[in-house]
């Protein structure tokens, strides 16, 4: 039996579930999914360990903000987003650490 596992992942990006889901949706071209997925398809990272990074949505973070997401990046946990609907997913990104910035 195997005791580990490899991934491809470069960084892990925890989205709490709870407050995802007290917003339906708020994300995305349309505004209409949750920010985990919407992330996932805006920058094309695909699902599972063979993607670029993880997107992992987890159970209540306990921050609980009204009107936001709470969000972490795991290479960089000791400061916690609060992301609203609506935001710059390439902005959040690159706050993330798993995307590239702009070109002016």
């Known amino acids: ?55 992992v949505e987890v159970d209540c973070l306990g921050i609980c903000p009204k009107g936001a997401v709470t969000v972490v990046n795991g290479a960089a946990s000791r400061e916690w987003l609060l992301v609203k609907p609506g935001a710059d997913l390439d902005e959040l990104a690159v706050t993330l650490g798993i995307g590239a910035p702009k070109q002016p």
């Not at 407050?19 to 996932?40: I, S, T, V």
């Open 1 to 55: 039996m195997k005791d580990h596992v490899r991934s491809n992942w470069r960084n892990a990006v925890l989205v709490c579930r709870k407050c995802a889901k007290k917003l339906d949706g708020g994300f995305g071209p349309d505004g209409d999914e949750r920010l985990a997925k919407a992330l996932r398809k805006h920058l094309t990272l695909g699902k599972g360990r063979k993607a670029a990074a993880g997107i």
